[in-house]
């Protein structure tokens, strides 16, 4: 670990995973070592002392277990291999090793809702091998009024369609909750969990310093599985998600194994509210130490969530502010996991920045001339994420500000849960082509988090010497980390600086947050208190001039005495308020 402050006496329960900032890699697109055009562990060790430089504590590393990659890895076909393509096991072993000797730990992604379909379980639970007869949900259809046949209910799958897949084999449908090469493991078979106990220690016994917990809040299933109502997406996940049994599995699970290691767990929880939240965590609790909620994640999204192709785009500042200030003060056990966008997601600077509309023009030529605020707006948010309360979890290419791509066709996506929500869409005769859906996924897809890192302007971003798994986004030649690194005042140094700052400022960490002017439609300000220590960060989330009065804020704040600690601009106010900010301008101050 980088050195950090100790904190004060009265800092709330110390941990190395709070002070910590984190990285998330996907592997598949980071850096690839032997050409094949695919990421890989080798060329994750290659870039060890990248992270270090940047200032790293922490590595996320999405799946690399062997999976036929149905879902990029999150089908685990054997939970104790690597995949082929990312290597082998003495490479993870060689890479947790580089990460170790600078200091920096690791967590491994544990996809247990689910297994792949290829996974040997399924195999023999299709057979009704023994006792993996059960390790599922099979159950009987039924018939419709024309003789065809109905799966068990009406649940629907994140993937688009169906939750259920006939198997002629086993004469049985099975569930999914994501893609049909993703059977749900059945939790309530007492096997399947000691199976999950087992190979969680077996991970935790070759060192690694924890696990991000994939899709964990849909692992306890209703009763009899009952039709859902039909009112939300995908129809069921009222039933399924915090099921009845999750407390229970996941406590479980943490006596027989977290609890016995000095390691953190974070659970990727939709579906969440602060206080559903505040109930799955604490070692008293059900024990996970944080999780990533998504309700920042749906302020930009239709009525009808997500994958609802119609009412997307537009967001309000106080709205986000709402909800990032409950969970800021509101959590009452656990800790926040801070992240803006992760492989999931579209990317940061072009939902909550500024990349204005690119032309076909400025598309052929590469160019990004016909950005306005791409760099200041992506220091902005780097300074939301590295000064508000919780772990800050940065996902790879956000240090250089790296923007969502364009597809121009439907076949360019690669994304199953875009391409699933199209299809319905259209095939529910809302849309003639999935082109007419075209602003919809270049706004929304997965896909965009999943172009392959940009490190350099050489061939294909000096990601592969081969040919890329996917396309690497065209501004590649202006955006990377090569040219980032040269320039002082690029968003990556904005990054490094900030992340020194937070290992410096034991307030950033475990100081009070008070949210600053509720309802200013353009700026966003709070400060972090800890004892003596006062910290105001003023954000001007916009692209135009924002004026601020702090004169009228409720609260102890005497702007007299802050001085500024970082800013995205030269020549900040030395005073805040003493003139208005510029477009999404960021300055931290201190007294
Ligand atoms: C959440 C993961 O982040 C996502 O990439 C995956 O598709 C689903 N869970 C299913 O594992």
């Known amino acids: 670990m980088a050195p950090h402050s100790t904190g004060s006496p009265e800092a ?67 939970y104790r291999s690597i995949a082929a393509e990312f290597g082998t096991m003495d490479d993870w072993d060689a890479l947790l090793e580089a990460l170790h000797a600078h200091d920096m730990r690791l967590l491994m992604d544990l996809v247990v809702n689910h297994t792949s379909d290829e996974h040997e379980w399924f195999q023999r639970s299709r057979r009704r091998d023994g006792a993996y007869e059960d390790y599922y949900y099979w159950r009987d259809g039924g018939e419709d009024e024309h ?65 991000r917990l994939d899709a964990i809040n849909v692992i306890s299933k209703p ?59 604490g070692g008293d609790g059900v024990g996970l130490d944080m999780l990533f909620h998504f309700e920042h994640m749906d302020v930009d999204v239709g009525p009808r969530g997500r994958w609802d192709p119609e009412g997307w ?8 502010k709402r909800i990032m200030s409950r969970w800021q003060t509101q959590l009452e056990a656990g800790w926040n996991a801070q992240y803006l966008g992760n492989h999931d997601q579209p990317r940061i600077v072009s939902r909550f920045g500024d990349v204005a509309e690119r032309s076909s023009a400025a598309q052929q030529t590469s160019s990004v001339d016909d950005e306005r605020y791409r760099i200041e707006s992506a220091k902005l948010l780097a300074t ?57 996924w270049n706004f929304q897809s997965r896909d965009h988090a999943r172009t392959p890192m940009q490190w350099s302007n050489d061939e294909h971003a000096g990601f592969t010497d081969g040919e890329p798994w996917f396309a690497v986004n065209e501004n590649y030649r202006d955006i990377n980390v090569e040219a980032a690194r040269s320039d002082e005042q690029s968003i990556w140094h904005h990054y490094r600086r900030l992340i020194d700052l937070r290992h410096d400022e034991v307030a950033l960490v475990y100081g009070e947050y008070e949210l600053l002017l509720p309802d200013h439609e353009q700026v966003y300000a709070y400060t972090r208190t800890l004892d003596e220590s006062q910290i105001l960060v003023v954000l001007n989330w916009s692209d ?31 005073t805040p308020g003493e003139r208005p900010l510029r477009p999404f301008e960021a300055v931290v101050y201190r007294n």
Request: negative net charge; aromatic residues 12%; charged residues 25%.
């Open 12 to 78: 709330p329960d110390e941990r190395w995973w709070k002070e910590a900032v984190a990285y998330q890699i996907y592997p598949r697109s980071f850096n690839d070592s032997d050409g094949d055009g695919i990421g890989d562990i080798p060329g994750i060790t290659e870039r060890v002392e990248y992270l270090d430089a940047l200032g790293i504590d922490v590595v996320w590393l999405c799946p690399v277990y062997a999976s036929p990659q149905a879902d990029n890895g999150y089908d685990i076909s054997d």
């Open 147 to 211: 003789g065809d046949p109905t799966p068990p209910n009406n649940w629907g799958s994140f993937m688009g369609g169906s939750a259920w897949t006939y198997d002629e084999l086993r004469g049985q449908w099975y569930l999914h909750l994501y893609d049909e090469k993703q059977p749900d493991l059945n939790w309530r078979n007492p096997e399947v969990r000691d199976e999950i106990a087992s190979l969680v220690e077996w991970w935790l016994e070759k060192g690694i310093d924890g696990f």
């Open 223 to 281: 009763e009899g599985l009952p039709d859902g109502s039909g009112d939300t997406h995908p129809t069921g996940v009222e039933l399924f998600s915090h099921g009845p049994r999750a407390h229970d599995y996941l406590r479980e699970l943490y006596d027989r194994t977290f609890a016995d290691y000095d390691v953190v767990t974070v659970g990727e929880m939709g579906e969440t509210t602060v206080d559903i939240a505040s109930e799955y965590m």
């Open 313 to 320: 785009g537009d967001w309000s500042l106080p709205e986000f």
């Open 384 to 440: 939301f994420l590295l000064t508000t309360h919780g772990t800050p979890f940065i996902y790879q290419g956000e240090e250089i500000g790296m923007t969502n791509a364009t597809f121009e066709t439907f076949d360019e996506l690669d994304d199953p849960m875009m391409i699933g929500a199209v299809e319905d869409y259209v095939a529910a005769g809302k849309a003639d082509s999935p082109e007419e859906l075209r602003d919809f």
């Open 544 to 574: 135009e001039p924002a004026t601020v009065d702090f004169g009228h804020t409720d609260g102890d704040l005497d702007v007299s005495d802050l001085r500024v600690r970082l800013s995205n601009y030269d020549e900040t106010p030395s």
